[in-house]
């Protein structure tokens, strides 16, 4: 892929990542502050729970393109592996927290 073209997908994924970041933080900050407050308690618990996940990957690919942008064409091979590597690591990590470590519950 030539380089222009790689830069301006970059920076699309970046502005579309910005959105979902803004939008899903909105809601997951809103979400926690009802389950919170008991306020449509069922609702806003799956609410929070479902959206963890694509928030937290929202902001990891907007930061890491963010990146991926600033580093000099030289070594943007090299950063695709590493961020790739950032990326999936995360992931996983959230995935392994999310499905197999047990909920506090709190009577």
């Not at 994924?13 to 997951?28: A, D, M, W, Y």
């Not at 890491?64 to 942008?69: D, G, P």
């Amino acid at each position: 892929m030539p380089e222009k073209a790689l830069n301006t997908t970059v920076e699309n994924i970046r502005k579309v990542s910005l959105v979902f970041f803004i939008v899903l933080g909105i809601l997951h900050i809103f979400s926690g502050l009802m389950a919170s407050n008991n306020y449509m308690m069922p609702t806003s618990f799956v609410v929070n729970r479902v959206l963890d996940i694509p928030f937290a990957m929202s902001a990891l690919l907007y930061g890491l393109s963010n990146i991926y942008a600033s580093v000099h064409e030289h070594h943007q091979k090299i950063a695709s592996y590493i961020i790739s590597g950032i990326a999936l690591l995360v992931f996983l990590v959230l995935i392994y927290i999310n499905l197999l470590v047990p909920d506090k519950i709190v009577s």
